[in-house]
């Protein structure tokens, strides 16, 4: 583990422990964005362009939301959102974090690999299987996910991808 000094800024630190296998599931369905040809400055655009630190965690919350809705439209998305902030206030961000994990292993992952079948996004599919094994076997010692600003770059830039296919 990266000492304090090294270490990039934890917004949260989120347990995994029994969880790895979600995980792994969850964090490999962006893989997906790599059978895109504009991936690249996507990428490079959401993940180095100077930001504060609070705009990339408000820019992470609307994308979530955004990106949510495709798996049965805004309502549905406001209120996992908003179970997810109560379950956080009353119970803690692991919980929260749980919560959502939960909701991106039951519903939003299986619902985007639906997308990617019907649009016959073939290659994309076969990235995602590629990329869950090795997510499987790097998250294997994990015990903590940092999700630091870092991450939160990535799932925007994501949901950027997405929205343009």
Same mark, same amino acid.
């Given at each position: ?29 962006g893989a997906t964005d790599l ?37 049965? @439209?805004?309502? @549905? ?89």
């Amino acid at each position: 583990m990266a000492s304090a000094r090294t270490r990039p800024m934890c917004v949260y630190d989120f347990h995994v422990g029994h969880l790895r296998p979600l995980v792994a599931f969850v964090g490999a369905h962006g893989a997906t964005d790599l059978a895109t040809k504009h991936w690249p400055p996507v990428y490079a655009v959401c993940c180095f362009v100077p930001l504060p630190p609070k705009l990339v965690t408000l820019l992470f919350v609307a994308a979530s939301l955004v990106h949510f809705a495709e798996d049965g @439209g805004p309502d @549905g998305s406001i209120a996992i959102h908003s179970l997810a902030g109560f379950a956080w206030l009353w119970l803690g961000a692991q919980r929260a974090l749980e919560l959502m994990v939960g909701y991106l292993s039951l519903v939003h992952t299986p619902a985007h690999y639906a997308r990617c079948w019907r649009r016959r996004r073939w290659c994309a599919l076969g990235l995602a299987a590629l990329a869950t094994a090795v997510a499987s076997a790097l998250v294997r010692p994990l015990h903590t996910v940092c999700v630091n600003h870092t991450v939160q770059r990535l799932v925007i830039a994501h949901v950027v991808c997405e929205h343009s296919v």
